[in-house]
């Protein structure tokens, strides 16, 4: 594996945060959106050995962006072409993705959409394009067996301390990861569906573990896609 200390940059995208699926479909003809530009997704994946020592893995984020790739083109998404885009060096693009982390979906419609981000799109010659971001973690068995030990040692010092009232405790995650997802409308400049959800106790380099969350996150769009069909 091929592995880098992380720059400040992950190191405000690394929060992995426990939420609900939160979305934003806007009110577009969705029959009219073909040939969606699949543009290569940004993926921070890290690498805990212990506590001390967790660093960004170059090959982990490969991976799991060759599979967010290839499970969107097999989802309800109507994709189109695979744009390829290098990030190692381009700190722009790494940005401009990573801020799809900040957007209110609530009010993702009303959102702007980073400019590298619509030139990338305008450049590709497609009106509709879908980008995504995802960060996760993962942690080596050293690393979690003692962090479960860690776990039940407070669960059962806290059953003394209260002659058993309270025996739970919490078992931390082997892995971890969230996805951010935006389909924008070159035309407009506009998010037209947007969507964010986290897998827990996910491994993002395990094929079936992505195309449950692309899946999930892609749902929406395909109803959409459905009930437009109809009318």
Sequence with gaps: ???FHLPVIALVAMVVASCATTKYVSK????AINDVAVFTPFTYITWQESKNDVQYSDSLSSVCAQLITKTIQRSSLPTGDVV???FSDDMVYQSALASLRGINAKKAGEASVPEPL???LRDSGQRYGVFVFSNGFMRSDKDFAKAAGAGAAVGVLTAVLTMGAATTFTVPYKNSFKVWTAVVDSATGRIVFYNTDVFEDGNPTREEHVRKI????????????SVSSRH
């Design 1 to 3: 594996m091929k592995y």
């Design 28 to 31: 577009p003809d969705f029959q």
């Design 84 to 86: 390829d885009i290098e």
């Design 118 to 120: 619509l030139r990338l």
């Design 214 to 225: 692309i899946e999930l996150l892609f749902n929406d769009f395909g109803k959409q896609k």
